[in-house]
């Protein structure tokens, strides 16, 4: 297909706005302001698409430019802007960078470059292929690579429940941080949340790899890694139902601390609970909360623990 001066403008200003974001001066009516741009037609956000992965790309732009087939003076442009998409190639994770927006008030660059995408609170099932479908969590991001009948797919942050009946010799791969999951028939529960990333085989079998190592899981293990933490060993998942939870809107915490608890709830309900003392977020949390039902969370944490609660202006609620 040919493009024309019309796709190069908007590709320019699509790398402006990833500019913006990178900058770390991004505001949240900037952030409005960009998803304004990206709904005005599918060009436009076909080209933020593009410049956003242009840029998680950067770090090995050689070879991907020339997979993906990249015009010539489109990594020209790239290099040239440097500066203003944030100089080195620092801040990377698994080969992407990722700008984290302070306090999580809108989605990073890399997952408003996903394929697919879920807010807060919000669930979607993709059939992916004929033989490939997945369940994603809120705040899930996913990225899908290739195409037909032979998809990668990337869980770029969030959580995913995948279901695959695929031929033994060719695997469905999913790629998480800096490891990866193949799975050829059967079901896996992917949950990765700033870059650490617990597996686990629900049906069937699956094979974990990470940092040079490989390690295969049957139904009812989990395995997890970081950056930080080489791949361990299989261990059998405590409490299934638990695991399960979610996907029929349920939260389900047994002896958690309240901040780990706030931490999760955060991920659902709108704006940002924050745990101001330490001694508070220790305190032992047991309880079932119905996703669509949040909202009471907070007057519940009140009532259960005498806190002060102070809500602050864009969602913020401070406990303490």
Known sequence: MTETKDDNDLLDRAIDWVALLRSG???VGDAERLQRWRALSPAHEAAFRQAARIYRDLGVMGTE???????PFVARRVVTRRALIGGALAASVAG??????PLELWPSLAEMSADYRTAKGEQLDVALTD??????NTQTSVAVRGSGINPRIELISGEAAISSRRLVSEPLVVIAADG?????AGEVNVRCIDGVVLAVCIQGSITVSHGGRSVELTSGQQIAY???EPLGKPVPVADPDMLAAWRDKLLVFKDEPLAAVVSEINRYRPGKIVVTSTELGRRLVNGTFHIDKLDDFVAQVRQLYAVKVRALPGGLVLLS
């Not at 990866?180 to 050829?184: L, V």
């Open 25 to 27: 001066r991004a505001t």
């Open 65 to 71: 430019l020339e997979r993906r087939k990249v015009r």
């Open 96 to 101: 992407y960078m990722v700008v984290k927006p």
């Open 131 to 136: 033989n490939v479908s997945l369940k994603l």
């Open 180 to 184: 990866q999951i193949a799975s050829s």
């Open 226 to 228: 970081s950056a930080s």
